[in-house]
């Protein structure tokens, strides 16, 4: 069996196909390699200008690989095509007699590409993975019979997965309708009552975990340059509080709320504002899987409605109602939302997983076409 080495650019081709099926699935690819809704305001935007991305397509962007230490590609395994930018770059795996596309695909799902990558990424100013660089490097191939042993495992990995996520959809379902099921027939309480504002700051600079919230209404790492910036400056958000951002919620149709549940505390920028709960007879938990119906996001975005920038700004968001049933109904209702963040976690550590599996068997095929030559 032999190994052959062949370079990026001679297995590819640049696909450039043009919307004029009236999609207006717009997408983007994050640092994770996944395909993500944008969260850029598409009203108004000629969808003609954008790229469809079919199955099995392959969706580019150089930028800041050095930064990020990361190569952002991923591959489109969805039914329905959908838009990109045309800031991005498309294309296709066109040696299949050298390549199975998803093996390709895999190849790139390990941190030792992406660390290549930024190496590769030095000469460019701005930290990119210019797109004659990425086409340069080189990938080592075992043949396609050894690719496709190794393709099934990771199949089999991401079904399991897959099914795990599904039933994930049960428990979200149930604490969903038990909140429907009282929002009419419990008392009212504006958020005015329910919280009151938090500012304590980093003055000492000691804390250096820097997070944003997004419109998942989670917390992740902040993606900002903070070299050189003053840190005394951050807000301080320890287990139990909320953070909230009204920005742009009549854009996003989301109200970005989220609650800390970790033990160590973070900071957060000045822009966010920091909640507590004031009120003893709601459940921090209660309150969030509130903030989490698709029913209160488009509350925020009708209540944003009179900010130029659709914000939704602070008095606007104190208005906002939320049923209060009894404590021993919003516990019944927590339990069950706690067992799905449970799952939830647990799925992403899944992920996170399958990631750290693919170098192994990258490395398992090229280690199994060595032995098969040298026999």
Not at 109 to 129: H, K, P, Q, T, V
Not at 144 to 160: A, F, P
Not at 218 to 227: E, G, L, T
Request: charged share 30%.
């Amino acid at each position: 069996m032999e190994l052959t080495k062949y370079k990026i650019g001679e297995l590819i081709e640049i696909v450039d196909e043009r919307n004029n099926l009236g999609i207006r699935d717009f997408y983007g690819i994050n640092i994770k390699k996944e395909f993500m809704p944008t969260v850029a305001n598409t009203e108004g935007l000629d969808e003609t200008k954008y790229k469809v991305v079919r199955k099995n397509r392959f969706v580019y962007s150089g930028m800041q690989t050095g930064r990020d230490e990361c190569i952002r590609v991923s591959m489109y395994n969805g039914d329905a095509p959908i838009l990109v930018s045309p800031a991005y770059t498309m294309f296709e795996v066109i040696a299949t007699n050298v390549v199975n596309p998803l093996y390709f695909f895999i190849k790139f799902l390990s941190n030792e590409m992406d660390r290549y990558g930024a190496f590769c990424s030095d000469g460019s100013i701005r930290s990119n993975l210019d797109w004659d660089v990425f086409c340069d490097i080189e990938l080592e191939l075992p043949p396609l019979s050894v690719q496709q042993k190794y393709i099934e495992i990771y199949n089999t990995m991401n079904e399991n997965q897959k099914n795990y996520e599904y039933c994930m959809s049960d428990l979200k379902l149930s604490f969903e309708l038990l909140i429907d099921m009282y929002k009419h027939k419990s008392k009212k309480k504006k958020m005015s009552e329910v919280f009151k504002e938090v500012d304590c700051r980093n003055i000492n600079s000691e804390i250096k975990d820097v997070q944003g919230i997004n419109i998942t209404k989670q917390f992740m790492p902040s993606v900002a340059n903070i070299n050189g910036v003053d840190l005394s400056k951050y807000k301080i958000v320890r287990k139990g509080q909320f953070v909230f951002s009204g920005m742009q919620t009549g854009r996003d149709k989301c109200i970005r709320i989220a609650l800390f549940d970790k033990d160590e505390p973070v900071i957060i920028s000045q822009a966010y504002t920091v909640l507590e709960i004031k009120d003893n007879s709601v459940l921090m938990e209660y309150i969030m899987m509130w903030f989490l119906r698709k029913e209160v996001d488009r509350l925020g975005w009708f209540m944003s409605d009179g900010s130029i920038r659709t914000n939704l700004d602070m008095d606007r968001f104190y208005e906002i109602e939320i049923p209060v049933p009894d404590l021993n109904v919003q516990k019944s209702i927590v339990q069950i939302y706690n067992a799905y963040n449970e799952r939830r976690d647990i799925n992403e550590k899944l992920k996170e997983q399958i990631k750290d599996i693919c170098p192994i068997l990258i490395k398992g095929s090229i280690e199994e076409a060595r032995k098969a030559k040298e026999a």
